[in-house]
């Protein structure tokens, strides 16, 4: 009877809906809160049942209150379970092999947020293996790369068939508990389904305690009075009473009280396991016991036998319920857990136990020296397991130890410096920019700790701070290394302000700095930037043999290297080197991939360009493949850069998922210019093309505001915003855009002037030059045809979409052979393309012209096939029995056609076909 659930119909429901959807292909995550020991293990107990009947693979993984010092520990121990297909393919990723007792070290000490990448990402493709439940119970306890690992599958699991489900205490949940911000952030989340547990009413509680053996109706009754409506507590009341205890009044006097049950050994070992923690290994503790093996085996058979502790695996212990180990420990003298965690430290110690634990006891355990030395090592390690949070946390407890710790710098193997340092690094790594320039500025004024806070301060678009420091550590750094880095990233944070031409001489001197030193890092950072003024410039060439060299061979710094790669595809791609642009950023995706850095700065940039690649290419099924990829459901800058980037095809081929992408991505708006630019230009073209010229405009000016007037985004925002005027019929502000469009064609930062633009930027201004006239009435045929020609270095949509300009404005210059074959020309690249908004208009010009089959040029011979059953009124089933085609393809042919004809309904549709000669 005990397996029955009790009163949770309702909230079960909800997680199997969780779990239905997550089958179906569409992954879910569900966040299951209640106090502690209201019944969350007990449901994900039925859930687990459930999708093993339905073939998912159950892995169940549960923190531990260690003061986040184990990162990763539910993650480790949902791994540990892993048998059969999903064996295999834990095993074809080392970066979560590391995790497991055995697993090898990952190596350099200095890539803990770019591992913490790999890892996220190695996830991410272990669960789309199969279907899969994943539950993280006691998240309350959660380190934060685990609540960071959360967050990240939340947000990245689309189409998985993956039900992610997370347990919390909401007791534990004070208002400044870390898990609050992430609960109140997933919540918010559509693919997040929160599910809280409220007490049992009297009456469930009744049949809940009658499935427990209860047979007293007194007992049963002032047990249901004192638990409340909480289960654990009415089962530990119970079996309490059930054994002859008398009813305490708190639950801690509860559940010591079955604990006092125990033989005067047996309570030994239960408080040495208290101070384990949650789990406990069998040989550990019977050493810090005291007790013999046969004492012990008889000691841990009491223990239980009456259900305090349960076997955890092969060889340990776990608490029956986290209630138990807590009241246990602080029921435990001062002086007793003192000397218990100072045994526990000596024996990690001799068996080589983990530097996060032992940190915790040592710490625990009054052993200052041994808390910071250890510390210093968690944090080591933690760096090395891609978990910059928890480096960061045992850092710093190891600086807020030094003072008291005599000989501290000869423990720590490291000065308090550059501990400091270190510390910032990981704060940095793990995304907490604002940290690390608070601990930087506390440190001395050195060349190296100014130049470190330069480099973070620009990632934080504090360009006048980012400007000072790398000023100050020029001026302090000795000749060598220190100094060529200082030169290299002072030039970047220049590079944009007023100070521009400042920028050529301080990279030369870093250039030539770093090759006298041997500083390969700044020698790489030196030749980007002087490649970038080339480019800016207009000598090509020289830019081109800057990259070449900067990307000839590892800087020793990746970052760095991916920035040059990015670089060098960049100029590829503005030159209109689309083919070599193609390789060049393949290589860099390549790098990302293999090295964790996808979600890096340039390893995002990367990933976007190859998008645009394919995009301008015309290789539209591999841009949506791509952009397919770009999660809808953004969170974070580097997210939501991508989504904005995957609106250029989504838009392009009107796509449904286009306004849930905007909607998305509209709070990061005013925070970042890229993804203004992107988002709202590509929101005005989607307004234009649903005929909402208004929108479109504002979006359109919305995004040049937000840009310096130099910049090249500049001139195709003012394009489209020229081109919503034209469509309004205003010439009010075209003047205006035209000039702000011609200014970063001919102006670059500080005092230069710029050289040629490559041809895409040329195109633009050729475009925004034809929409100003026509704004202003004129269908000017040599501007439409100057736009073809400019667009035509390999741009095959924005060729297409210039020749539907220019078939108007031949057809209103009288021209009509002409203009119907750049029509042909455009309906040929708009069918190819599936550009159903550019075809939809293409549709609407040739009924105006009545040009000869303007309808059925349009339309594949399948498509016509389908009209012509459509016009009989025929349904989709039985269209499809007629032409052996799935229901499924009918429907989307019929949503093409409609498109293409620019109507709405299949009556409509049938009515142009006839009209138009098509049946």
């Excluded at 459930?50 to 986040?68: M, P, T, Y």
Aim: aromatic content about 6%.
């Amino acid at each position: 009877m005990q397996n029955v659930l009790i009163g949770r119909a309702t909230e079960l429901s909800r997680l199997t809906v969780v779990l239905d959807t997550a089958a179906a292909g569409q992954a879910g995550v569900a966040l299951l809160g209640g106090d502690a020991g209201i019944g969350k293990t007990r449901m994900v107990t039925e859930l687990a049942e459930r999708a093993e009947a339905a073939g998912f693979a159950v892995l169940v993984g549960q923190c531990a209150e260690l003061g986040d010092a184990l990162p990763y520990l539910p993650l480790a121990d949902a791994l540990r379970s892993v048998r059969g297909e999903l064996r295999a393919e834990l095993d074809a990723r080392p970066v979560l092999g590391r995790l497991l007792p055995g697993g090898t070290d990952p190596g350099r000490e200095s890539t803990s947020g770019l591992t913490q990448q790999q890892l996220f990402g190695s996830m991410l493709g272990f669960l789309g293996v199969r279907p899969v439940l994943l539950v993280l119970e006691d998240l309350h306890w959660a380190d934060q790369s685990t609540r960071d690992l959360l967050v990240f599958l939340s947000r990245m699991l689309q189409t998985e068939a993956v039900c992610l489900v997370g347990t919390y205490r909401t007791d534990d949940l004070h208002r400044r508990h870390p898990l609050r911000r992430v609960l109140a952030e997933l919540k918010r989340l559509p693919s997040v389904t929160s599910v809280e547990l409220e007490p049992l009413d009297p009456h469930e509680m009744t049949d809940y305690l009658a499935t427990l053996g209860g047979t007293d109706a007194r007992v049963m009754r002032e047990v249901v009075d004192r638990a409340e409506g909480n289960p654990f507590y009415a089962q530990e009341l119970l079996d309490a009473v059930s054994a002859g205890c008398s009813m305490p009044d708190g639950l801690a006097g509860l559940l010591l009280s079955r604990a006092e049950l125990l033989s005067d050994p047996a309570q030994g070992v239960l408080r040495s396991a208290a101070v384990a923690g949650r789990r406990a290994d069998h040989d550990l503790l019977q050493q810090a016991s005291g007790l013999d093996d046969l004492a012990f085996d008889e000691a841990m058979r009491e223990i239980v036998s009456r259900g305090l502790l349960r076997l955890d695996g092969e060889y340990g212990y776990a608490f029956r319920h986290a209630l138990l180990q807590e009241v246990v420990y602080t029921d435990l003298l001062p002086g007793e857990r003192i000397r218990t965690h100072a045994e526990f430290a000596r024996l990690l110690t001799a068996r080589g136990g983990s530097a996060a634990e032992l940190a915790h006891h040592y710490l625990a355990g009054h052993d200052l020296p041994g808390a910071l030395a250890a510390s210093v090592e968690a944090g080591r390690r933690a760096e090395r397991l891609g978990a910059p949070a928890e480096a960061h946390r045992h850092f710093d407890r190891a600086l807020g130890l030094w003072d008291r710790v005599p000989d501290a710098e000869r423990l720590a193997g490291i000065d308090h410096v550059g501990l400091a340092r270190r510390s910032a690094d990981a704060a940095a790594d793990s995304g907490d920019n604002h940290r690390a320039i608070s601990q930087l500025r506390r440190l001395p004024p050195s060349a190296e700790v100014n130049e470190r806070l330069a480099y973070v301060l620009i990632d934080t678009d504090d360009l006048e701070g980012a400007i000072a420091a790398a000023h100050a550590a020029v001026e302090a750094a000795p000749e060598g290394p220190v100094l060529a880095r200082a030169l290299a990233t002072y030039a970047r944070s220049l590079y944009w302000s007023e100070r521009h031409d400042e920028v050529e001489a301080l990279a030369g001197r870093a250039l030539e700095t770093a090759r006298r030193s041997g500083a390969t890092d700044a020698e790489t950072s030196a030749l980007i930037t002087l490649a970038t003024l080339a480019a800016l410039a207009g000598d090509i060439p020289r830019a081109k043999e800057l990259l070449a060299c900067a990307t000839a061979e590892s800087s020793g710094n990746l970052a760095i290297d991916l920035r040059a790669i990015f670089n060098q595809a960049r100029l590829q791609y503005e030159n209109g080197d689309l083919a070599e642009a193609a390789v060049t950023t393949g290589r860099g995706v390549r790098l990302a991939q293999e090295t964790g850095l996808n979600w890096s700065t340039f390893g995002t940039d990367l990933r976007f360009l190859r998008l645009l690649i394919h995009y301008v290419a015309g290789e539209w099924d591999q841009a949506e493949q791509v952009a397919s990829g770009f999660g809808v459901r953004v969170g974070t800058p580097a997210e939501a850069l991508l989504s904005s980037f995957a609106l250029f095809v989504e838009v392009a081929r009107g796509l449904p998922r286009v306004e849930e992408r905007l909607s998305w991505l509209e709070p990061f708006w005013p925070a970042d210019v890229t993804i203004t630019s992107m988002g709202r230009g590509l929101a005005a073209e989607h307004a234009l093309w649903r005929g909402d010229p208004e929108s479109a405009l504002e979006h359109a000016l919305a995004g040049l505001d937000a840009h310096a007037p130099d910049d090249p985004a500049v001139i195709r925002l003012s394009s489209i915003a020229l081109w919503a005027l034209a469509d309004l019929g205003r010439t009010d502000g075209a003047d205006a855009l035209l000039e702000r469009a011609r200014v970063p064609a001919e102006v670059g930062p500080g005092t230069v002037r710029r050289g040629s633009m490559g041809p895409e930027g040329l195109a633009w201004l050729a475009r925004a030059e034809a929409e100003w006239r026509r704004a202003h009435g004129r269908l000017d045929v040599a501007a439409w045809r100057a736009v073809v020609e400019a667009f035509d270095f390999g741009f095959v949509y924005e060729v297409a979409r210039s020749r539907w300009r220019l078939a108007e404005a031949l057809l209103a210059a009288g021209e009509r052979a002409a203009a119907l074959k750049e029509w042909e020309l455009a309906v040929e690249v708009a069918e190819s393309l599936r550009a159903r908004p550019l075809a939809t208009a293409l549709a609407e010009l040739g009924r105006r012209a009545r040009f000869v089959s303007a309808s059925s040029a349009l339309l594949t011979a399948r498509e016509q096939e389908v009209l012509a059953l459509v016009a009989e009124g025929l349904p989709n089933r039985e269209i499809g029995e007629r032409l052996f085609i799935a229901q499924k393809t009918v429907s989307v042919h019929v949503s093409n056609i409609l498109a293409k004809l620019g109507v709405s309904s299949r009556t409509q549709a049938a009515a142009v076909a006839r009209r138009d000669g098509l049946l």
